[in-house]
Structures are given as C-alpha cells and as structure tokens.
C-alpha cells in the first residue's frame, strides 16, 4: 500500500511538473514568434563609413583593420556556438537518457527522474543556448553593420549574414527565422510532453 501510494504521489509531481514546463515552453514559443526582425546599429554602420571615407586615414589600411575586427567577430560567435553544441550533446542526451530509464520501472522515485531530465534540458537550453543567442545577436548586430557600411562603399552586395537576413526576414523564407528561434522550445515541449504521458500511463496501471 505505501509503496503504490508513493508511486501515485511520484506520477502526481510529474504529471504537475510537466505541465509546468509545457506552460514555460509555450510561453517562450510565443515569445520568439511575436519578437522583431534583427536591429541595426546606424550609429557603428556610419561611424564605419566616416572611417573609410576619412581623408587623413589610408583607405586601404582602414578597411584591412574593419576586416580583421568582422573575422575576429564571427570567429568569436563561432567559439560560442561550438561551446554550446558541445553542452548540448552532453546535457541533451542525459535529458532523454533519463527519460528512457525512467520508462522502464514504475517506482516512487519518478520524480527524481523528471527533475533531473527536465532540469537538465532547461540548464542548457536557459543558461548555455539563451546565453550564447543574445550574445550573438549582440555580435552579429556589429558584423551586419560592418557589411552595411562595405556595401555603401563598395558598391556591392558584402556580407553573407546581411544577405541571409535579407532572405529570412524581407525575402521568400521568412519561416526559416522562426523556426531557427523556436526549435529547442519545441524539442522541449516534446520532452515534457513525454514525461506527462508517462506520469499518466502510470496513474492508470496503478488504478
């Protein structure tokens, strides 16, 4: 008896836990999709060009050191982005290792199971992908400004990221943005959805 009432009582915390996070995923779901298109820097873009155009300045040694400050960024995001995938590899697959273990017995410590899987997940995706994609943006803002202002000068179309942005967001793939911003929301709505369908297929082999 107190063993299937601790089973219960573990069910009840993580079908309540599930629903918790469904609700956190959903909001961050719908927050991604009412956000804005990428902001410009006009202020860098033009300080960028005054710099080229600067007659007591080399041009050439001027748009050599622009060039250097652009690779030195994206460089930088993709540091970030090899540190954040490699977070997720570990955290991510730990986070449904513990699902597919928990599915295995029905004990009264499923709910440990659920808090650590379900932890894990939002460890990574709130304190490594959230983290890493403002910083970016942070980083991409300066880059895309740099393209801008090469663009102006040259007279040419400069800079893969401005062109992608101008595909994504103004052009035929607008969807692409969106599902770049909600994907790992989406795979954990997934996984609490998981964890609740397996809080309630225990309560009804119990009752």
């Not at 942070?138 to 000068?153: D, K, N, S, Y």
């Not at 599902?179 to 082999?205: E, G, H, K, N, Q």
Request: charged share 15%.
């Amino acid at each position: 008896m107190g063993l299937t009432f601790g089973v219960t009582i573990s069910a009840e915390l993580t079908f309540i836990l599930s629903v918790a996070v469904i609700i956190i995923a959903f909001y961050y779901i719908l927050k991604k999709w009412a956000q804005g298109r990428h902001s410009r820097d006009p202020n860098l873009e033009e300080g960028v060009v005054r710099s080229i155009n600067d007659q007591f300045c080399n041009s050439d040694n001027v748009i050599r050191a622009i060039l250097e400050d652009y690779s030195a960024t994206l460089e930088e995001v993709g540091r970030r982005d090899n540190l954040t995938l490699l977070t997720g590899t570990i955290l991510i697959t730990a986070s449904f290792l513990l699902l597919a273990e928990a599915g295995k017995n029905q004990d009264s410590q499923k709910i440990i199971f659920a808090l650590a899987s379900l932890g894990l997940y939002l460890a990574w995706l709130m304190f490594f992908h959230e983290t890493a994609q403002r910083l970016n943006e942070i980083a991409f803002q300066r880059a895309r400004a740099i393209e801008h202002a090469l663009t102006r000068h040259f007279h040419y179309d400069f800079g893969i990221h401005s062109y992608i942005t101008t595909h994504t967001e103004e052009g035929t793939a607008p969807w692409l943005r969106m599902v770049r911003r909600i994907f790992w929301y989406v795979v954990l709505l997934l996984l609490a959805f998981s964890w609740m369908l397996l809080s309630m297929s225990i309560s009804i082999s119990i009752s």
